[in-house]
């Protein structure tokens, strides 16, 4: 089943503690990018990567860092959370120009 | 101005109803757009695709006015399955999608 697969669903974190959330595709999506979704300011972009070993920042990038090692995973990482970072994030992929883009379930973190 | 914008809601709608989102973009050099649907603490999914000579998928019509930078969705005999949020979303650059906040619908029966 062709799948974008984030993990953990949910994580309650305290300040300063760093994280790693993780994001495997198994589409060989060149395409894969993070969001995060808060209420009120929509789905804004992170991080995105255009092929392995190629990344760019999105809208709201401070605090985050990402690395695409390999094609199919692309983890989102906070050296050192802060209360501001609480929010539903999600990772998509795609496969080229104009095409569906394919969501995770979704990842809640909550930072204490 | 914003990217994208969209109505937030919430549209409140009784079964059988037909009713209509509206969204407009910026930036005159788009070349994809979108709607998603997204139910509540879930994640997006494709709604379907816009193209400019509009395009229907059983209940749902997609139009698009690139003259006035609009894109609408219309959605016949509503059901309560319909309730979502849905996202405008448009393409600008080679990669970069850009999501409009959403609109919420509520179906009441």
């Known amino acids: 089943e062709a799948q974008v697969t984030q993990n953990p669903r949910y994580l309650i974190t305290v300040t300063g503690k760093k994280l790693t959330v993780t994001c495997s595709q198994n589409?060989?999506?060149?395409?894969m990018s993070w969001y995060r979704q808060d209420p009120g300011l929509g789905l804004r972009q992170i991080y995105y990567?255009?092929?392995?070993?190629?990344?760019d920042k999105g809208d709201v990038p401070e605090g985050y860092k990402v690395s695409r090692k390999e094609k199919r995973n692309f983890p989102l990482i906070l050296e050192s959370p802060s209360p501001n970072q609480t929010s539903l994030y999600f990772c998509?992929?795609?496969?080229?120009?104009?095409?569906?883009?394919?969501f995770g379930q979704g990842t809640r973190l909550t930072v204490v | 101005r914003k990217e994208v914008e969209q109505d937030p809601g919430p549209f409140n709608v009784p079964e059988g109803a037909t009713v209509a989102f509206n969204c407009t973009y910026s930036?005159?050099?788009?070349?994809?757009f979108f709607w998603y649907r997204q139910d509540c603490r879930k994640e997006p999914k494709l709604l379907m695709s816009?193209?400019?000579s509009g395009n229907e998928d059983g209940r749902f019509t997609a139009q698009l006015n690139r003259a006035s930078q609009y894109i609408s969705l219309l959605i016949r005999d509503s059901k309560l399955s319909d309730s979502a949020t849905y996202l405008c979303?448009?393409?600008?650059?080679?990669?970069?999608?850009?999501f409009g906040k959403g609109t919420k619908l509520s179906v009441i029966p």
């Open positions: 998509a992929s795609r496969l080229f120009l104009g095409t569906e883009a394919f």
């Open positions: 589409m060989n999506h060149e395409y």
């Open positions: 990567s255009m092929n392995v070993e190629v990344t």
């Open positions: 930036n005159s050099a788009s070349q994809s």
């Open positions: 816009v193209y400019s």
């Open positions: 979303v448009v393409r600008l650059g080679s990669y970069q999608l850009t």
